[in-house]
T-cell receptor
């Protein structure tokens, strides 16, 4: 099946700094990618839809100025957590449906962010 | 997208069939039933999806009731590696529908030796 990678797999940063997480579709093109956040013992929460060549669409309650999303190419989307705080510590997961392909989505392995 | 209801947890003996139910009584005619699972600390994995007919693939079978208000995911011979949280999601298929998945709480399946 199709492969989605994320980098880094885990990151520790200090409060107030920014962290960039990459999401890549390795063997297919994706005009749309999705970013989720998951706190311990909870389900995935959709944060935003990343659109290649246009602005991301954020879900209600998600701060677009804090979670910057850039979809620079058909295989890469990035999520930057700006001025991170301990409450931003979470598991961040991206997903992508192959453009013009089947309806299922392929998920990345996730990035564990810890803000100290 | 229609809301789904799943039991929070289930146990299954290794080698036996695991039957995971999902209620989606408000499903619309153009909405599909999707199943994903998430093994601890990994990204979710697609399992199967269907509209109204029963579906089977190498991972599982999906049984959808005739009125489409509920479905059951069947893992025919559960192994310890099937221990995961299983999510039933109902949504309209196709990239032109946005494609986003809204996850509920899912069912935590524990396969025991």
């Amino acid at each position: 099946g199709a492969v989605v990678s994320q980098h880094p797999s885990w990151v520790i940063c200090k409060s107030g700094t920014s962290v960039k997480i990459e999401c890549r579709s390795l063997d297919f093109q994706a005009t749309t990618m999705f970013w989720y956040r998951q706190f311990p013992k909870q389900s995935l929460m959709l944060m935003a839809t990343s659109n290649e060549g246009s602005k991301a669409t954020y879900e209600q309650g998600v701060e677009k100025d804090k979670f910057l999303i850039n979809h620079a190419s058909l295989t890469l989307s990035t999520l930057t957590v700006t001025s991170a705080h301990p409450e931003d510590s979470s598991f961040y997961i991206c997903s992508a449906p192959p453009a013009g392909g089947p309806n299922e989505q392929y998920f990345g392995p996730g990035t564990r962010l810890t803000v100290t | 997208d229609a809301k789904t209801t799943q039991p929070p947890s289930m146990d299954c003996a290794e080698g036996r069939a695991a039957n995971l139910p999902c209620n989606h009584s408000t499903i619309s005619g153009n909405e599909y039933v999707y199943w994903y699972r998430q093994i601890h600390s990994q990204g979710p994995q697609y399992i199967i999806h269907g509209l109204k007919n029963n579906e089977t693939n190498e991972m599982a079978s999906l049984i959808i009731t005739e009125d489409r208000k509920s479905s059951t995911l069947i893992l025919p011979h559960a192994t310890l590696r099937d221990t995961a949280v299983y999510y039933c999601i109902v949504r309209v298929a196709g990239a032109n529908q946005g494609g986003k998945l809204i996850f509920g709480q899912g069912t935590e399946l524990s396969v025991k030796p």
